[in-house]
């Protein structure tokens, strides 16, 4: 039983990191693929209703094309736009804390496998494997 069982937990683990590197590589793909979108396309997209916001200072503007052109025309609303820009910055930030917490709770998750595993070196890669493809994922 004890065995199965732990060969279930490594089965699982090598399935969850499988999955962890295809998203990874499809990340890295689409990173590659993405354009930079400037602040003269944003107004675009926004002119053209593809955004909800202005990219400039975050008001809700009318779906239309003529007024979202005049509020572009008219925003020029120093703190407002700094706002924006800072609501904009924490919510990246917000974000990009929770995955990282995401990650550290993976990580404990699998060395505490490990653990139960009985640490033996040859379950040593499944922790290893992740955080080497972690690193090079950042880099
Ligand atoms: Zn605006």
């Not at 979108?37 to 809700?60: A, H, M, R, S, T």
């Not at 700094?82 to 060395?111: G, H, P, T």
Request: charged share 35%; with cysteine.
């Amino acid at each position: 039983m004890e065995k199965e069982y732990r060969q279930e937990i490594r089965r699982k683990q090598e399935k969850q990191l499988k999955e962890k590197e295809q998203l990874a590589e499809r990340a890295r793909r689409a990173k590659s693929r993405q354009v930079v979108i400037g602040p003269q396309g944003k107004n675009k997209l926004f002119v053209l209703n593809l955004l909800d916001n202005c990219p400039q200072c975050g008001e809700e503007v009318e779906s239309s094309q003529e007024l979202r052109e005049g509020h572009l025309a008219s925003c020029n609303d120093k703190s407002k736009i700094a706002a924006y820009a800072r609501q904009l910055k924490e919510e990246k930030e917000k974000s990009e804390k929770k995955r990282k917490l995401k990650e550290a709770q993976d990580e404990v998750q699998n060395a505490q496998s490990w653990d139960y595993l009985g640490g033996r070196t040859t379950d040593l890669w499944l922790v290893c494997h992740q955080i080497m493809s972690l690193v090079t994922y950042f880099l």
